[in-house]
């Protein structure tokens, strides 16, 4: 006889007869008997995965009841044994499918170990083969909530230990789609993404593989709380050193298109020993709207060979899309530079920020030179060996965040080939201003068109005034928009008034600015955390304005100080971009105006807030 639990529960007999069992308890029974390989099931136990922790009074005579039944289904083919406290089935010969997937499992799993790759693919593929669905469906809620947790834990590692058979023959091309769909199912399982990773990786999708990693420790940090684990972490590390390639043997099946391999022209990674073309960028996070004619001007700079040094700076306040346009610029212009796309983060996720000497060490091991960057402990070293490895290259490194000159200098790729884009919040005096980009925050009619991107076009305009009242609340600023219109994504059942009613009231505006990890408010305060004392009673003196432009006399009346040192501490901020100049007054003096969100965090600061993020600046960028 045949039982069958990897699926719908089934017994058949030899000649391949449906044995007929009807309702969900009996088949919970059968499958608690064949699930106890030969050993007594208690009447407890039963009754617990017939009805949970209300079992009726007649429980006992139920079981007797349900027992009989099998027996009479069964025949002489198998039998159950009343054995104090339960029940245990014989059925001497009978073929199992969970016995017979354990097997198949054990040596699948053995042949991977001795790198006997064929055998474990075809092995674990046959134990794969067996299940018909999901474990025990026919069965009680109580048993599939108590069996169905830890079978299907077991297939989903068999599944991966396939997948890595695979792997290391070469078929990463026919692998993809199906992991692709696994990570998404999967989310936080670490090794089905590090798989994910090493397959893209291998057909040249570097900078896919870096996004499925970035998403993978963007997910892990917001359900689990925690970073990514080895699994992940050293994929990373591999595919920025370049690591990921076939092994000898596998590669050479992969050329060859050996009978039972993955065929084909050519190996999908670098030959041993040669360095992998980085592909750093990031990818955008929904789609990239506005911006065109900075993007176009962008694109011209970083296009044109004119012998002049490309280096670019983007600049704004915190939230204005400085990173958006950077990373849409340069995959824009990714072709122009075949030697590599570099891309870093000059900031930590609390907002300090980072060495200079730990940034090489991610560049350098990008560039493929892993044992030098790890060697090397000492700055100065680093950057002699990252100068001689970008001497040539025809380079596009983007430095995101930059908190200043002292950073960015050693980051600067020696050869005049490259082209280095960056990202900051203060002007850079290595940055002619011709070069600069200034980003102010969008129009209306950007703004409308970034929430629309977002919330749907049709939810906006079956309420345009309230769109219009979001839109407003926002204050053109990007990252405010983009949370608004998160909100809203996620919200399918809130109408657009629902959340302008909530924006509308300036002391919670802030707040409700906020989605998952991404806070307007946060962003701002990072900016706010490191000033100066005179500018921050500036900013927090001048935050019960009316948002009008107003000049620097008017600020010292205001503040009581002094024309010139309210100048001084004006400029400063304007420097740090929280404040913007409006132009000149009838005397010929500028004009300076406060962001509409920024006078509300200013209205708003604590000394605590404040005190939280404050941290002492590395040696480097003091």
């Known amino acids: 006889m045949d039982f069958r639990l990897l699926g719908p529960v089934e017994a058949k007999r030899g ?9 969900s308890k009996v088949h919970t029974v059968l499958a608690a008997l064949l699930l106890s390989e030969g050993r007594v099931v208690s009447d407890a136990r039963l009754s617990a995965l017939l009805w949970g922790w209300s079992p009726p009074a007649t429980a006992s005579a139920q079981i ?51 790198h006997r790759h064929e055998d474990a693919a075809a092995l674990l593929r046959e134990a ?37 058979a695979d792997l290391a023959l070469g078929r990463h091309e026919q692998v993809i789609a199906e992991l692709t769909a696994l990570v998404a199912e999967h989310p936080v399982r670490e090794r089905l993404r590090a798989q994910l990773m090493t397959a893209l990786y291998r057909c040249g999708r570097q900078a896919d593989a870096l996004h499925t990693y970035y998403e993978g420790r963007a997910v892990l940090a917001d359900q689990l709380g925690v970073d990514p684990g080895e699994a992940l ?58 911006r065109q004619a900075e993007l176009a001007a962008l694109r011209a700079r ?26 849409r610029a340069a995959q824009a212009c990714a072709a122009r530079f075949p030697d590599g796309q570099l891309y870093a983060e000059l900031r930590h996720p ?22 030098a960057a790890a060697a090397s402990g000492d700055p100065e070293e680093l950057v002699r060996l990252y100068r001689t490895r970008t001497a040539d290259a025809r380079l596009l490194l983007v430095l995101d965040d930059a908190v200043g000159d002292r950073q960015v200098a050693p980051l600067l790729p020696a050869g005049p080939e490259a082209a280095v884009l960056i990202t900051s919040r203060a002007r850079l005096a290595r940055v002619a201003g011709a070069d600069t980009t200034a980003l102010t925050p969008v129009d209306d009619d950007e703004a ?14 079956a309420d345009p005034d309230a769109a219009d009242d979001v839109v407003a609340y926002c204050a053109g600023l990007p990252l405010a928009l983009t949370v608004a219109g998160a909100r809203l994504a996620a919200r399918a059942h809130w109408p657009v008034s629902r959340l302008a009613a909530r924006l509308a009231d300036p002391d919670t505006r802030l707040g409700e600015l906020a989605f998952g990890d991404v806070s307007v408010r946060e962003a ?82 604590t000394t605590r807030e404040l005190d939280a993020g404050r941290a002492v600046l590395p040696s480097a960028v003091r």
Request: aromatic share 4%.
């Open 448 to 461: 409308l068109e970034l929430l629309a991107s977002l919330a749907g076009r049709d939810r906006l305009e």
């Open 302 to 327: 970083l296009s044109c060979e004119d012998g002049r040094p490309r280096r670019l700076l983007i600049t704004g306040m915190a939230g204005v899309g400085k990173t958006a346009l950077a990373v």
């Open 350 to 371: 609390d907002g300090t920020p980072k060495e200079p000497a730990e940034v090489l060490v991610r560049l350098l091991r990008a560039l493929g030179r892993p044992e």
């Open 128 to 164: 794969l083969d067996l299940w018909r669905g999901t474990a025990l469906a026919n069965t009680t809620e109580q048993m599939i909530e108590a069996e169905l947790p830890r079978l299907e834990e077991t297939r989903m590692l068999t599944l991966e230990s396939r997948i890595e």
């Open 64 to 114: 007797y009841t349900y027992m009989s039944r099998l027996r009479k289904h069964l025949g002489e083919e198998a039998s159950i044994v009343r054995r104090q406290p339960g029940y245990v089935l014989h059925a001497p010969g009978a073929w199992t499918d969970l016995t017979e997937y354990v097997r198949l499992d054990r040596q699948g799993r053995e042949a991977l170990a001795e």
């Open 233 to 290: 972490g050293s994929t990373y590390q591999a595919v920025l050193g370049g690591d990921l390639g076939l092994t000898p043997r596998a590669a050479a099946a992969v050329v060859r298109g050996a009978p039972g391999k993955a065929g084909g022209a050519r190996a999908a990674a670098p030959a041993p020993g040669a360095a992998a073309v980085p592909a750093m960028l990031p990818a955008l996070y929904g789609e990239f709207t506005g």
């Open 524 to 605: 701002l305060v990072d900016s706010v955390r490191r000033l100066d004392g005179p500018e921050l009673a500036a900013l927090t003196g001048l935050a019960d304005g009316d948002g009008e432009p107003f000049s620097a006399q008017y600020a010292a009346l205001v503040l009581g100080t002094a024309e010139e040192d309210a100048e001084a501490a004006l400029d400063a901020l304007v420097d740090r971009a929280l404040l913007e100049l409006s132009g000149l007054d009838a005397q010929g003096r500028p004009l300076y105006r406060c962001h509409d969100l920024v006078r509300l965090l200013a209205a708003s600061l």
């Open 15 to 23: 000649g391949g007869s449906t044995v007929p069992l009807s309702g």
